[in-house]
């Protein structure tokens, strides 16, 4: 008897919030280093730096049935001078990327939450492939660097287009608009 593989399940319901639990802390830097280690190779064996001891970390927790269940996307934001906030390491799991849902959510509330705690000028080092979306989302390209062996692109955010979530902690929901065909759980398995 043949049996066609079982496709990988993907939640469709997400918080997107400040990680206040130290799971989602954990399962945060387990994705930034899939991502920035692994999968594009811009660090060795771990990302962090001196900034991840002040950065506040944005996790986009998956729920199923309601519970939370696994952390599938990050950002972290920090403020090195008054007013001033960045936004760095934004990193989504690769199943959930072509819904294009996380990654805006996750900007969304890390500048909401900046602009909140008085945020007046918000900053992020974009990857070049990636400036188009934060282009469609009120961002401004200021100029063009290279960091980690990539072309990135310094880039402001309108702030008005950004209204102050002052509820950080519950954060925001999000969901995905339709499921996502997965290629089956074996060959997942295998690319993970």
């Known amino acids: 008897m043949i049996f066609e593989p079982v496709p990988l399940f993907l939640a469709a319901e997400f918080r997107v919030k ?6 989602e802390r954990a399962r945060a830097r387990f994705l930034r280093r899939e991502v920035f280690c692994q999968e594009q190779g811009l660090f060795d064996a771990d ?3 001196a900034i991840d001891v002040c950065a506040i970390p944005i996790v986009a927790v998956a729920a199923v049935a309601g ?3 696994d952390v599938v996307g990050a950002v972290r934001i920090h403020t090195p001078q008054p007013g001033v906030w960045w936004g760095s390491r934004l990193a989504v799991a690769k199943p959930y990327r072509r819904a294009g849902v996380l990654g805006q959510a996750l900007i969304r509330v890390a500048v909401r939450s ?3 705690m008085g945020c007046q000028r918000f900053l992020a080092h974009v990857q070049s492939q990636n400036a188009p979306l934060f282009q469609r989302l009120n961002w401004t390209a200021l ?3 290279e960091l980690h ?3 990135h ?23 995905l608009a339709a499921p996502l065909s997965t290629p089956a759980a074996s060959s997942a398995s295998q690319a993970a």
């Open 18 to 23: 400040f990680a206040d639990l130290p799971w």
């Open 153 to 175: 692109h310094l880039m402001q955010a309108d702030l008005a287009a950004y209204p102050p979530l002052h509820t950080p902690y519950a954060g925001v929901a999000a969901r």
């Open 114 to 116: 900046a602009h909140a």
């Open 149 to 151: 062996g990539r072309a």
């Open 143 to 145: 100029g063009e660097v």
């Open 67 to 69: 519970v939370p269940d």
């Open 47 to 49: 990302d962090s730096d």
